[in-house]
């Protein structure tokens, strides 16, 4: 089974950088796409950023790109989101995910659906005051 932990999370001013975390525990090998999602309050759950680990390619939602940067440390088993020029729209809870076993949905485009990720964590929440 796998497990996802984020953290780092917090409050932030407009502005300002953030760098959450995402520990991935079990087994993990065969989940070629990972991704961070935010979900703020009344909305729908989006997806921002997807890396995909063969060849760590990465995709961002257009409203976070050139801000948000994914990536990947293999060996410790963590997934990062760097936030940079944080904007209060950026308030949300962060969902870090780990794609269906073998699926190659984000290896050539944004894939977003929900669907295609298999393993949830808990979120860590990001609050950013201006």
């Known amino acids: 089974q796998v497990r996802l932990v984020e953290s780092g999370g917090g409050s932030v001013q407009a502005g300002g950088s953030l760098r959450l975390s995402c520990a991935a525990s079990?087994?993990?090998?065969?989940?070629?796409?990972m991704g961070w999602f935010r979900q703020a309050p009344g909305k729908e759950r989006e997806g921002v950023a997807t890396?995909?680990?063969?060849?760590?390619?990465?995709r961002y939602a257009d409203s976070v790109k050139g801000r948000f940067t994914i990536s990947q440390d293999i060996a410790e088993k963590t997934l990062y989101l760097q936030i940079n020029s944080v904007k209060p729209e950026d308030t949300a809870m962060y969902y870090c995910?780990?794609?269906?076993?073998?699926?190659?949905?984000?290896?050539?485009?944004?894939?977003?659906?929900?669907?295609?990720?298999?393993?949830w964590g808990q979120g860590t929440q990001v609050t950013v005051s201006s």
């Open positions: 079990g087994y993990t090998a065969s989940s070629y796409c």
């Open positions: 995910a780990a794609g269906r076993p073998y699926s190659l949905s984000c290896r050539d485009r944004a894939d977003f659906d929900r669907a295609n990720f298999a393993y």
């Open positions: 890396i995909y680990y063969p060849n760590q390619s990465t």
